[in-house]
């Protein structure tokens, strides 16, 4: 299984309990109570997991190692794909959000927006509304669905788009740097308030 921690934690905390305070000091007990909620997500440890359902051009990568595996049926919808330069990749990436026992707040996440990139250029951008609460000690999965056309921004040869797939789908191992940026919105009784940095997390990393 692969994780990875949030990079960049501690400027993000610091501007984000920053504005709370600011916010607590105006609202008085209704600010601490969304002071508690809002340290309570903040302490919930975002990682990746896993990706899940890889799929190009609908072909699953599951049952695939390598281009030589396709069929020829395959190959075509592949070829098909190319030459009207629509070939999709989906996958599922998998978070794991998880709210220390020792915290006794439930934290509520009530949206996510997020950033996909590839060797640090933007790929696609999502906005996640449903709605995740945290409680303490327990870890919760956060799936986060990606689907982009590749002819886009790595070419069209069939066999390099396919070993392209492989690894931004996690079964190749790579030296690109891929990453998913999170910013989530969390939900307190002052209001939403929206992480002013975002976690960064590298699809990438093995361990």
């Known amino acids: 299984m692969n994780r990875h921690r949030d990079v960049y934690p501690r400027r993000?905390?610091?501007l984000l309990l920053l504005a709370v305070l600011f916010?607590?000091?105006?609202?008085?007990?209704?600010?601490?109570?969304g002071l508690r909620e809002t340290i309570a997500l903040h302490q919930v440890d975002f990682r990746y997991d896993r990706i899940s359902s890889p799929a190009i051009?609908?072909?699953?990568?599951?049952?695939?190692?390598?281009?030589?595996?396709?069929?020829i049926v395959d190959v075509g919808r592949l070829a098909l794909a190319?030459?009207?330069k629509d070939v999709p990749l989906d996958i599922t990436v998998h978070l794991e959000g998880k709210n220390p026992a020792t915290n006794n707040t439930t934290a509520r996440m009530m949206?996510?927006?997020?950033?996909?990139?590839?060797?640090?250029q933007p790929i696609i951008s999502g906005r996640m509304t449903q709605e995740f609460a945290f409680p303490p000690?327990?870890?919760?999965?956060?799936?986060?669905?990606?689907?982009?056309n590749l002819v886009e921004f790595f070419g069209n040869d069939g066999k390099a788009l396919f070993d392209t797939a492989l690894i931004l789908s996690g079964q190749r191992t790579t030296s690109k740097r891929v990453v998913l940026r999170l910013t989530p919105t969390i939900e307190t009784?002052?209001?939403?308030?929206?992480?002013?940095?975002?976690?960064?997390?590298?699809?990438?990393a093995r361990n």
């Open 12 to 14: 993000g905390t610091r």
């Open 23 to 33: 916010i607590v000091a105006l609202g008085g007990i209704a600010g601490c109570a």
């Open 82 to 84: 190319i030459a009207t």
């Open 111 to 120: 949206r996510l927006d997020w950033d996909y990139l590839v060797d640090d």
């Open 137 to 148: 000690g327990e870890a919760r999965d956060v799936p986060v669905g990606v689907r982009f």
């Open 57 to 71: 051009v609908g072909i699953p990568l599951s049952r695939v190692v390598r281009y030589e595996d396709l069929s």
């Open 189 to 204: 009784s002052l209001g939403p308030i929206r992480y002013p940095l975002p976690i960064t997390l590298d699809l990438a």
